[in-house]
């Protein structure tokens, strides 16, 4: 039986559920890994069908300022009253920035002279919440709250950032790698200090060889001048130590550094570096071309370095003590596991497969700042005195990741939670911080096998404040730390809320219950909730609530057009396709046909199955897809008798760390059996001939289309593979060697898991829509394959390129021609 309601309410059972508590990774934080059981409904009520009105291919790939131009980037003003937001403008690619009182169902437009009056999404407060202070255009401004008068505080071209209140009341900013501070009650700017990426100057030295000695011993002019400078030397620095008018906070940070990145505690008495030695990200190689040039020459465009060059980085923490003007490096040993050879077992398998014997042994590994691709924070985090500070550490074998503590006192690093991932940590749910109120640490763990929330103080043990099989992310403490505000999908894998839990008591209360995807932003007085909320058939409109549980949210934009609502677009549900791998099913939407009936036989319905992008990524969930052109399109293929079926496989984002590292080392082989699962079902549930099923995507999708082609060749009869990874030693390093290490230590994982190693077994036919300026999977990975399709000697392929798209299509020409390709080869194949 199939659901259709206007409503989107969760949960409703239509066959036994199916769910699986996943197993966790390790962890040296000691919590409890008990996770209580849940069900979750096998289908998904998900709103009806809408508008009379056909879609068309032309207009479903045409330009998407036709479906509204929704509001983008809000943020709270000051006041806590108004909201901000950039809206783009019709018919090009400028955006204005409007104006919303929370009380109001109007906006108003700023004026260009006015845009330096509105603040900041990344504005900081005062420590009595009576002054803001932002940037715009590179310049600092500060904002009193109570009476909204602005201070410029710097108007140069220099460009300023970070800007950040002092405990002492004073405002302090970075311009390049120089901190200043500003009295705010006289203007005085001072310069708090000034860091170089050089080595310390030498200053004057004594002669060290025999012939520059005697040369001082024989020449009174030499002997002379010497001491000039020796004792001009002594002057100034009698001078910087005994005059306080006179700046000379300089540190020195070593030559062929770079700055990763850079910390001034709030009582500006310390400052924490990281430095990684500087290496270009790309070398003379490393070029695109681009042959459609506005001088109508081939233009080599710079493009970053493949996984297979990249070699081991490590980088420097320096503590910076600004009061007694010292600089200490703090070692990685005292991290645990900072010497394991955590690879160890891969290396012995990749050893044993050349004839060759491992012998594991110990060695310092090298270690970074973390880095959470969908961060707004820092790695490293001061408390909000500025007497303590944390630091997110990774392994750069991606095994491991540490949240430490500084002692400064004894210059060395303090574990305060290790994370260990045989596999590899995640790059998301890093969220951390200190409460307001003790030095008490709290952050996002995977260690149960869900991202979840946790506190530790110092000198004791972590307690779990979430627990359950849903994901916890975007964390918000309030200023009195009665709570921390987050955004889960507890009630069912596709549906996220905003929740908020009390730290001393670890009870969770939900906020909202608008059924669909929801983001919030905390008002600056903490009273209120800016949100941001989608179905699957409404793009996002901007809403706001009382920041309390339960709360009734108002809707203040409405930005969708009157066009896009006519349209008659088919709505997907969301199902559960039992797995034959893993006892937790797969989720899927599924869009029926125009005209199908309950219960009808025969198998002859012909289908298509979708892959998302990214791989860590959630596409069959109950908000706004980003892929709203293939969501139109799979709206027409339904109109046109077609089963369509978009799988959130394993490898998807939202369903916990053993769904993520499901393909490590082995990409393509579990995304394409939860395919054949998916065939299985629709074969089962929605009269499908197996023998009539084609499938496509884009980037990750079109390395799943090129795997499912030619590793199970009859499973689908048909396959478009749009901008696809091809090799995936020839991808970026950040992304590839997190699932598949790297290739100098484990070519077996790239081979097992690269297309091209199996294009022997293409059969069906195959289209390969390739972008030529694609600075993200190489045009050169479908030129690759494609010469080896013709080496193989296959017949049943296609290329289409596309000269002027990069890794996003952004032409409407250039998406309409590519889908026109995709459907004519479904309408051939099937």
Known sequence: MIFKSSTQKTLIALAVASSVMLSGCQSTASTPKEQPQSTVASVVVTPADTGSSAITLEQAMAHPDWLGRQAERAFWAADSKTVVYAQKQQGNELRDLFTQAVDSQAASQVALNKLH????????????????????????????????????????????????????????????????????????????????????????????????????????????????????????????????????????????????????????????????????????????????????????????????????????????????????????????????????????????????????????????????????QSAIVWNKAGTQVAIMLEAWDNKDRWLATVDAENSKLVSQHRLHDDAWVNYAYNDFGWLNNSDTLYYLSEETGYSHLYKKPLNGKATQLTKGQFVVSNLTLTDDDSAIYYKANVE???????????????????????????????????????LTHSKIMAPPELYVADAKANTTATQLTHTVSSEFLAKQLIAPKIVAVPSSHTEQPVYAKVYYPADYVEGESGKNRKAIIFNHGAGYLQNSHMGWSGYFREFMFHSLLASEGYVVMDMDYRASKGYGRDWRTAIYRQMGTPEIEDLADGVKWMAENANVDTGAVGTYGGSYGGFMTFMALFTQPDLFQAGAALRPVTDWAHYNGPYTS?????????????????????????????????????????????????????????????????????????????????YRRIHKLFKESL
């Not at 929740?499 to 919030?520: I, W």
């Not at 049943?796 to 032409?811: D, K, L, M, R, S």
């Open 117 to 376: 009056t509105l603040g900041a999404g990344d504005a900081v407060y005062s420590v009595d919440r009576t002054q803001q202070a932002y940037v715009f255009e590179g310049n600092i401004f500060v904002k009193n709250i109570n009476t909204g008068a602005i201070t410029q505080i710097t108007h140069d071209s220099a460009k300023q950032s970070k800007p950040q209140f002092l405990t002492d009341g004073n405002l302090a900013y970075r311009q390049g790698n120089t901190f200043y501070k500003v009295d705010l009650a006289t203007g005085l700017q001072a310069e708090l200090v000034n860091l170089h990426l050089s080595d310390a100057p030498k200053g004057v030295t004594e002669p060290e060889t025999y012939i520059a000695k005697e040369q001082h011993k024989l020449i009174d002019y030499i002997a002379l001048t010497h001491k000039n400078k020796k004792d001009k030397q002594a002057r100034k620095e009698q001078l910087n130590q005994q005059n306080s008018s006179i700046a000379d906070a300089q540190f020195y940070l070593g030559k062929g550094n770079e700055l990763a990145d850079v910390q001034l505690s709030p009582n500006g008495k310390a400052l924490i570096a990281v430095v990684t030695e500087a290496k270009p990200w790309r070398d003379e190689a490393d070029i695109m071309p681009n042959y459609i040039a506005d001088d109508a020459r081939v233009k080599a465009e710079k493009v970053r370095r493949r996984v297979a060059d990249e070699k081991p980085q490590t980088s420097q923490v320096i503590y910076i003590d600004l009061t007694e003007q010292t600089q200490t490096a703090l070692a990685f040993d005292t991290l645990p596991g900072f010497d394991e050879d955590v690879l160890a077992a891969v290396k012995k398998e990749n050893y044993a497969r050349d004839g060759k014997t491992y012998e594991s042994k110990k060695e310092l590994r090298a270690i970074n700042l973390m880095m959470d691709w969908g961060w707004d």
């Open 738 to 818: 997190n699932i598949l290490n790297h290739p100098d230590v484990d070519p077996i994982a790239y081979e097992k898991s690269s297309p091209i190693y199996y294009a022997q077994g293409l059969k069906n036919r195959l289209l390969i829509n390739a972008p030529m300026v694609d600075n993200n999977v190489f045009f050169q990975d479908s030129v690759r394959l494609v010469q080896r399709l013709i080496e193989l000697e296959k017949e049943n392929f296609e290329t289409a390129i596309f000269p002027v798209e990069p890794h996003g299509f952004v032409q409407p020409s250039s998406w309409l021609d590519e």
């Open 492 to 530: 069912h894998p596709g549906l996220y809320e905003i929740y908020r839990v009390d730290p001393q008591t670890a009870k969770s209360e939900q906020v909202t219950n608008l059924d669909g995807m929801t983001d919030y932003k905390l008002s600056p007085d903490q009273s209120k909730l800016l």
